[in-house]
């Protein structure tokens, strides 16, 4: 009977060992699943108060030179959370809780990846910051550009070739002069605005928080960066940088380096910069209803056609310098400024 009862013992085993298995890996399925797997982490280890900054880049360069800045401070409980192919790097900047992610430079990845941010931690504000083209005069390279507003200027509505309405007229570039031209005009689109409890807003320009500019005008007159060598003077810029605020973005799906229609931007829509994220993480941020803000450095001139490795080198570190800066100033949520 012993000897009978022994492969249905061997069998029991087998078949609890290969529910716990099943057991686990629906368990892992489900947490993999959850819309917010982070905040149960983040109760864990700072209680149920925790509220974030959300740092959004769109290039390595950027994240990099952040996080090996040596302001940021990672977690020594959860450094990082990978998810849908992103690394959510989480620890502090000047004591203020941080999650830093790239979200990649595609307009449809930047929205993606700054909503994801959202659904995985309590965000209190998004700061949004990396390099940018100069359309207008008032951005010199490695200048910092604090916008008011930004606005998605690749949203088109093509009209006919014989239709008057379309802003941006293709004729009107014609050389050796302005003339008829087959692919008519076409005219900026607004995006839609959804907020919880509210209709829907058809807006062109997207507002950047006032409150946060008003913080950010505490930064004017802060030194950045004019040499890539700062000790030996060496490969600097012909202008000194400067934070310029005002102004209005342009992101489109586009690297714009074209004189022409940069000046068309500039002289039809006041831009002063052109980017491919900014108003992504705009919209993002204005419908989950935070407060966010931008810091664009100017690494290169649409309209004169200048840039280099200096520049753009400088201009990745004086966003960071003004970005590290900015927090401070935000400190924690119990901080003097209110938002």
């Not at 829907?200 to 507002?207: T, V």
């Not at 006032?210 to 490969?235: D, F, M, P, R, Y």
């Amino acid at each position: 009977m012993a000897l009978a009862g022994l492969p249905s013992k061997m069998l029991a085993v087998e078949l609890a060992v290969m529910v716990l298995v099943l057991l686990a890996m629906a368990q892992q399925s489900m947490q993999l699943s959850l819309r917010r797997p982070l905040p149960e982490v983040a109760k864990k280890i700072n209680g149920n108060t925790v509220s974030y900054l959300g740092i959004v880049v769109s290039s390595s360069a950027s994240e990099d030179a952040l996080l090996n800045s040596g302001f940021f401070v990672p977690s020594t409980h959860v450094p990082y959370i990978d998810l849908v192919g992103r690394r959510f790097n989480i620890g502090k900047i000047k004591d203020v809780d941080v999650v830093v992610v790239n979200v990649g430079g595609e307009i449809p990845n930047v929205v993606l990846g700054t909503q994801v941010l959202f659904d995985l931690v309590s965000i209190r504000g998004i700061i949004h910051f990396g390099s940018a083209g100069s359309v207008s005069d008032s951005l010199r390279l490695g200048d910092v550009a604090v916008p008011a507003s930004v606005a998605f200027t690749g949203n088109w509505e093509w009209k006919s070739n014989t239709s008057k309405r379309g802003k941006l007229k293709f004729g009107d570039f014609n050389l050796p002069q302005k003339g008829a031209n087959s692919l008519g005009s076409a005219d900026f689109q607004k995006v839609k605005l959804y907020t919880s409890g509210n209709p829907s807003q058809n807006l062109l320009w997207l507002p950047v928080d006032s409150n946060w500019l008003a913080v950010a005008s505490e930064l004017q007159g802060l030194k950045l960066q004019e040499c890539v060598n700062e000790i030996n003077e060496t490969n600097c810029l012909e202008n000194t940088p400067a934070i310029v605020f005002g102004g209005r973005g342009s992101t489109a799906d586009i690297y714009l380096e074209n004189a022409a229609y940069g000046e068309f931007l500039a002289n039809r829509l006041n831009a002063t910069f052109v980017d491919t994220s900014s108003a992504a993480v705009a919209l993002a941020s204005l419908t989950n209803e935070v407060p966010y803000i931008l810091f664009r450095a100017i690494s290169n001139s649409v309209i004169q056609g200048t840039s280099g490795s200096n520049s753009r080198y400088l201009a990745t570190a004086n966003s960071v310098k003004v970005a590290v800066k900015f927090i401070e100033l935000i400190g924690e949520p119990n901080s003097v400024f209110k938002y």
